[in-house]
Each structure stands twice: as structure tokens, then as C-alpha cells.
């Protein structure tokens, strides 16, 4: 058993005590003045810091339909603990992070309020958590560093009064020395360095100390800047330090001095006034997220006081707190809401102002299936749900149904909503290439910004893991039927013609689980690959002879006979060949095995897909009636089957990810599909 010494000793020797000091940094200004010469970016704006952190994480660039896709790693699962990451959203993403590399070079959206917009669930929510986060951390890096100051108190020099609003040291500078002070910090930069630029002016608190220790040493700055401390800020949203969120209340309840600060009834006793900044509280959200980043959860619930802080704040940079100055504050301003309220601020002419100031970024819905899958897969997984089995495709059906509820039906004819589905995934389909693709997503409106919610399957696949506690595997029927179940009380969805579209794309989906599983079922059955190679080299043989106008010598009688063509057309059958084709996929076949054989190399029926699967089909067909699949359907199997039907199993097991129980279940699905049909044929 560990001991309790042994644990300690543990941590003791994992801590970064030099990485603890450098974080909690504390100096003169004269010191600050020296690190701003050597790290000029310590004076970065906040969109500048969030632009930076974003890139430090590394970019991917691909070429796509001849045309860039920026692919940024920080949107990536940043912490690497597969939580909150961002999937299927590059352009959305990219032009978010162009509107914050814009205002990081000040072109003028630095002035205005970012706003994510898209349905509920869209992650929108997420990629604010996510930069929030990001910038935190950032913080704590020697990259990302930044100062703050304080002074020291007048009768007690060990105790300092930081300033509440996380200040830029260099305000202290006085504005008509800031050219002169500047061209010494930024001496020697090259064209393409960082450039230290000082923007603002001390906030109402610092500017009080400032004027009060200007007097009192007869106005000689330089012994007012000897009072003052700089430390290192980390920034913090559970300390409330330069990460401020926002979340509209009841209209009752809302109260403006949440964003500006408020009166300290109880210090106007200690000063004597309520304008004395020292009886104020600077803790508003716009007040502590100064340097760093503001979040407005549902910004267009605001009531219009709020909003018209908002917009001096992202305009001018500048805050009023009540009985005091327009303060100038440093911090990114991001905001997000869904549809209604967005159509709302359209509609509305007193909010004209507010939308002018806006960047509307839309945050859709996931239209890719690998993606939506990895939504899923990271909240229900082996580590996640470890009591339970979840079934192959049971994950990719729901996340299916819920991409083909986004998607908008194609007007290209003869193209299904389904194929549109596996176009997007990056499937193949004869007649459409990458600009076909790009054309038919360029056509759609609302592609994505409708349909139905991550969350909804979320909670349907909760729904159905504790629906069924005697069952070990949940498959995919379980949660299709709770994903229609659900539906008829949809908060949501209020149309009962939507209601009946969804309906009918499940029927969508259960058929093509029904091809998949019946494929998987007829490979395992035919993953005999020594009855395959025998197959395939009778194949070869006959059309070897057919070609070559030949005879075949039977290995039994030791005759030699005409080309088996019945043999030949059953395999050609399989994958579609016309008779008016054969003679034609033969050649190729053989012609293909010649150019291997001139470079040495041996054929292989694997190499071939086409081939492989026609093979894999006449196999499976021949051997099903010898496994008697059907007859799992009545419940009567002979030993000898029930032997056969183990090794079938054995390879879903293997091949396919299936465990004992779903493996059964598939087999008994597949099973009554084929037993139909040959009710039907009789």
C-alpha cells in the first residue's frame, strides 16, 4: 500500500517551483521598462494575445476545389483529454479567426462585437469556452505573458493596492512623453517586428493614486513611479481576472452595474464621497475581463440599457461607470445567439446601431458523417460507458439521421438525400467531382442551419442505454426507435409535416443499415480465404482458356473441357457485368494479371475490388445454404450449423467490433431478411 510520505514525495519532485516564481513575478516599473524592451509583446492588445494563441497551437493548410482550407489545431482538442473539441466547422472557423486576425492588426473589426450565430447545439457555446480557456492558459506561458501594476500603500510599503482593472503599466507614461518614450522601446525594430504602441488612459482608481502621488512629491513623476509595483496577471475566469462572462437574467433583475461596477455604500463612510474611486467596486464584467475576453451568453436577450454599454464598449473602447469618466477598457467581445433572436434584432429599427457594430460569424450544424460520428463517440465510448456494448454503426446510424435532417433535398436529379449524404462524407459517386460537390453546397440556404440538435441524439442515446438495462450491447434499432419515440414531443420541432419528413428519413437510414449489416454478414460468411483462392483460381483459369480460345483440364476426370461459363457468368453477375460486357472485364482481367507478371509481381484477387467482391458474393452465396442461415429464424440448428455459425460469428467478433450478444442479434436480423425472401421466391 502507498504511504502518505511516498505520494508527497511524488508531487514534490513533479513541481516547477522556477515555472511558480516566474508566474507570480513582482518588480518595479523600471524592471517592466527593461522586459518591454526586450519582449515587446507583452504590450499586445487582447485580440492581439487571443490571435497568437490561436496560431501557437500550429495551422494546417490543404488545397481544396483549388482553393486554401485552413485547418487550425487549437480548435483540435486543445487539452488533448478528447473534450471540447470542435468538429466539421473549418470555414466557419476560419472566418472567425480572420475577423480576430483583423482587429489583432486593428483593419477595424477590433471596434465591433463578434457574434456567433447558429441553431441550438451548433457549438457555439464551445468555441467561446475553448478561447476562453485557451487565453487562460496562454496566460500562464512565458509567450503569453503580461503585467499589471499596483501601489504601494503609503503608510505600510509591504502591502500593495493593485488596480482593480488589471491596467497597462505603461499609462503611467504621460501622453505628450509617449512618442519619445516609444521611439526608445521600439529602437532597432525592423519594418516586420512587434511595435510597442500605448493606447488609453489610467483608469479611475489608478488615476486617483496617480494624481494624488504627483502632489505629494511636488509633481516629479519620476519618485510617483517609485510607489509603483508591476506584477505578472494571469488571467482567470474562477479568480475573475481578465475573463468575464455574461448571462442575461429576469428582466427585473438585470442591473447595469453588473457590467460597470458599483458604489461601496460601506467604504463612502471610510472616504467621504461616493465619487472617490477607492469607494468604488471595478468589478463588473466589463471591468475584470480588461485585457483579456468577455463572453455574452444569448447577447440579443439583452435588455437595451445593456446594450448601449455594449456599444460604446466596442466602438470606443470605453466603459462609464456610474459617477465616473468614460474608462477605456482592452478586451475582445464575443457574444452568440440562435435564429429567433437574431431575426428579432433584424426586425427591430432601435437596434440598427448594435447591428452595425456587429460580425455575424455562422456557427452551423455539423453536414459531414465522420464528424458527427467523432461528436458522439467522445461522450459514448468503451472508457465512457464501460458496463455496456455499444454496436457497430449503432453511433454512425443516429449521427446518419441527424446529418440527412440538416441536409437540404438536392436539386440535381436523380441524386438522393442519401448520396448528397456520402457526397459531403467524401464517398465517390460516379458523374460528380470536387466542383460538383462544392456546387451543390454553394446552391443550399439554410444547409445546416436547420435540422435537428446534437443534443437531441445526445440524450437519445443516453435514453436508450439505461432503457434496456438486462441487454449487455445496444444496437442500432434501440436508438432509432427512441430517436422516433422522441419526436412526437419535440419542443422544438412544432410542424408535424417536419415531424413526418424526420419520420421518414429513419425509414432512410434503417435501410441502409439493413445493406450494411447484410454485407457484413455475407463477407464474414465468405471470409474463407482458402475457399476464395480455390474460387478465384478456377475463375482465372476458365477465362485464361476463354480468352485464349482454350480448353480447361477438369483436375477430377483429368479431361479437358470448354471454358465452365455458367461458373465464369455467376461471378460476373455479382457486381453487375452484362453479358454484352463479359468478354470485355475478362480481358482486363487479364491483362492486368499480365502487366503484374512482367514486373515480377504475382496477382492477387485482394488487390482488385471489383473482383474481390464479386468473388466474396458468389462465395457467400454458395455457402449459405450450407450454413442454413435461415434457420436460425425457427430456432432448430444442427450441431454441425450451429459449428458453422460459431466460426461466422467468431469473424463479427473479430473483423467487425461486434461482441457475442450483438454479433447474435445481427446474425438473427440477417437471418429473417433472407428467410422473407425466400418466402417470397416460393
Sequence with gaps: MTKGSEIISLVSERQDRDQFRRKNWVGTFEEYLDIVRDHPEVTRTAYQRLYDMILSYGVDVSDRNREKEYSYRFFDDPDHDGHDAVYGLRGPLHDLVNALKSAAYEYGIEKRVLLLHGPVGSSKSTIVRLLKQGLERYSATDAGALYTMGWVDEEDPEEVHWCPMNEEPLHLIPERFRDDVLAKLNAGRGEDDFKVRIRGELDPFCRFMYQHRLKKYDGDWTRVVQDVRIKRLILSEKDRIGVGTFQPKDEKNQDATELTGDINYRKIAVYGSDSDPRAFNFDGEFNIAN?????????????????????????????????????????????????????????????????????????????????????????????????????????????????????????????????KLKLYNGKSLPGFTEENIAELRDQATSEGLVGISPRYVQDKLSNALVAHPEARSINPFMVLNELEAGLKHHSLITHEETKHQFRELLGVVKEEYTNIVKNEVQRAIAADEAALSRLCGNYIDNIKAYTQREKVRNSFTGQYEEPDERLMRS?????????????????????????????????????????????????????????????LVSNVVDAETQQKIDVVKGRLIRDYGYDDESATDVLNYVASIFARGDAKEK
Design 571 to 631: 461471378i460476373e453477375d455479382k457486381i453487375d457485368i452484362p453479358e454484352s460486357r463479359k468478354d470485355d472485364f475478362r480481358r482486363e482481367i487479364m491483362n492486368y494479371i499480365g502487366a503484374l507478371s512482367i514486373d515480377g509481381k504475382k496477382f492477387d484477387y485482394k488487390t482488385n475490388e471489383r473482383l474481390n467482391k464479386a468473388l466474396e458474393l458468389k462465395l457467400f452465396e454458395d455457402q449459405k445454404d450450407s450454413i442454413k442461415l435461415t434457420s
Design 291 to 419: 485585457r483579456g475576453i468577455i463572453e455574452f451568453v444569448e447577447v440579443l436577450k439583452l435588455d437595451v440599457a445593456f446594450l448601449y454599454d455594449l456599444l460604446g464598449a466596442s466602438q470606443e473602447h470605453r466603459i462609464k461607470p456610474k459617477k465616473f469618466a468614460q474608462t477605456d477598457i482592452d478586451e475582445v467581445i464575443i457574444g452568440h445567439t440562435n435564429e429567433p433572436e437574431y431575426r428579432r434584432l433584424q426586425n427591430n429599427e432601435f437596434m440598427e446601431a448594435l447591428r452595425d457594430r456587429t460580425v455575424k460569424i455562422d456557427i452551423p450544424y455539423v453536414t459531414t458523417l465522420e464528424n458527427e460520428i467523432k461528436i458522439y463517440e467522445k461522450d459514448y465510448n468503451a472508457r465512457t460507458v464501460p458496463n455496456k456494448h455499444i454496436a457497430p454503426h449503432t453511433i454512425e446510424m443516429a449521427a446518419m439521421w441527424a446529418i440527412l435532417t440538416r441536409l437540404e433535398e438536392p436539386k440535381h436529379a436523380g441524386l438522393s438525400r442519401l448520396q
